[in-house]
């Protein structure tokens, strides 16, 4: 089946724009997960969806990110008035109440 | 806090020859750890997890891990390396927050095959 579907796979945004990244996480999948990859580094948390609930979004970096997942299922991680600092790959992955992470293909932010 | 630490950034080996990428953790409590590769512009693939129950862990592609309480150690390891093995690898531990598994991933070991 389908695996965790992320848009767009790169995006450029210049200084001060809001972007808008999507997921389509795996059907059925309860819980959702947002991670930002910088270059060279690891992944790093960023919120978490149980169903259309955000349970824990200790690791947005600012109140500029935003993430949604109104119905569910799609979720989309929104950053407004973008900064140098945010270019990275930004990592959705979902799954069953307490299995496995499956992880999407990432979208590469590159800010401008 | 759950954390991990990958003792080289970068591992280079020849073909055919035996891989090992080193990771040790600190916890305070039974962890659940897991290690995941990701080949360039690629997602994230399981290599596999361990969850307490045995100490070895064998994974996908010939991998295996074993967990050592007493040294804190999860180290990866492979008999023979493959070309297709060139990636970048990562040790990662789970941290329970606000009931989801919400994981800590290393700084990652950049893994070169010579041929």
């Known amino acids: 089946g389908a695996g965790v579907s992320q848009s767009p796979r790169y995006k450029v945004a210049k200084r001060g724009q809001d972007v808008a990244l999507r997921c389509d996480p795996i059907?059925?999948?309860?819980?959702l997960f947002w991670y930002q990859q910088a270059l060279g580094q690891g992944p790093e948390f960023l919120t978490y969806?149980?169903?259309?609930?955000?349970?824990?979004k200790s690791g947005l970096p600012s109140d500029r990110f935003f993430a949604e997942r109104p119905e569910g299922s799609v979720s989309t991680l929104k950053i407004q008035r973008t900064q140098q600092e945010d270019s990275a790959v930004y990592l959705c992955a979902s799954s069953l109440a307490n299995s496995p992470l499956h992880f999407g293909n990432g979208t590469r932010l590159t800010v401008t | 806090a759950q954390s991990v630490t990958q003792l080289d950034s970068h591992v280079s080996v020849s073909e055919g020859t035996p891989v090992l990428l080193r990771c040790n953790y600190s916890?305070?409590?039974?962890?659940?750890l897991f290690w995941y590769v990701q080949h360039p512009n690629k997602g994230l693939q399981l290599l596999l997890k361990y969850t307490s129950a045995a100490t070895l862990v064998k994974g996908i592609n010939g991998f295996e891990a074993e967990f050592k309480k007493s040294e804190t150690s999860f180290h990866l390891t492979k008999p023979s390396a493959h070309m297709s093995d060139a990636a970048e690898y990562f040790c990662v531990v789970s941290d329970l927050g606000q009931g989801a598994q919400k994981l800590v991933f290393g700084q990652g070991t950049r893994l070169t095959i010579n041929p």
């Open positions: 059907s059925g999948h309860v819980s």
């Open positions: 916890s305070s409590y039974s962890p659940s």
């Open positions: 969806f149980q169903n259309e609930a955000q349970l824990d």
